[in-house]
């Protein structure tokens, strides 16, 4: 059973930065052919992707509203999969979910709250 578990939300002022973590197991395949992704959903808003990174971490891509602000990265020997985020803003409040991608198959981990507020 596959499980992702994010962790490293919080409460912070605007301009801050937090580092979320996405522990992960029970892939079916080896951890580093998965597209690992980090989605992030507002109050009253569909959820969008921020950031994505391939499997040997080669490539990423960032929505534009977090270019040059946040950082994905993956470590594959311990399956694990990072969102450094810095110069954080009000408008960066949300639920945060790590996502991992195979072909068609999509997992969901439960998400982290991050709230920038002064």
């Known amino acids: 059973q596959v499980q992702l578990v994010e962790s490293g939300g919080g409460l912070v002022q605007p301009g801050g930065s937090l580092r979320l973590s996405c522990a992960t197991s029970?892939?079916?395949?080896?951890?580093?052919?998965?597209?690992m992704n980090w989605y992030r959903q507002a109050p009253g808003l569909e959820r969008e992707l921020v950031a994505s990174?391939?499997?040997?971490?080669?490539?990423?891509n960032y929505a534009d509203s977090v270019k040059g602000r946040f950082t994905i990265s993956r470590d594959n020997a311990k399956k694990m999969v990072y969102l450094q985020m810095n110069s954080l803003k009000p408008e960066d409040t949300a639920v945060y979910y790590c996502?991992?991608?195979?072909?068609?198959?999509?997992?969901w981990g439960q998400g982290t709250q991050v709230t920038v507020s002064s």
């Open positions: 029970g892939f079916t395949f080896t951890f580093n052919i998965y597209v």
């Open positions: 990174i391939t499997g040997g971490g080669g490539s990423t």
């Open positions: 996502n991992a991608r195979l072909g068609n198959s999509r997992y």
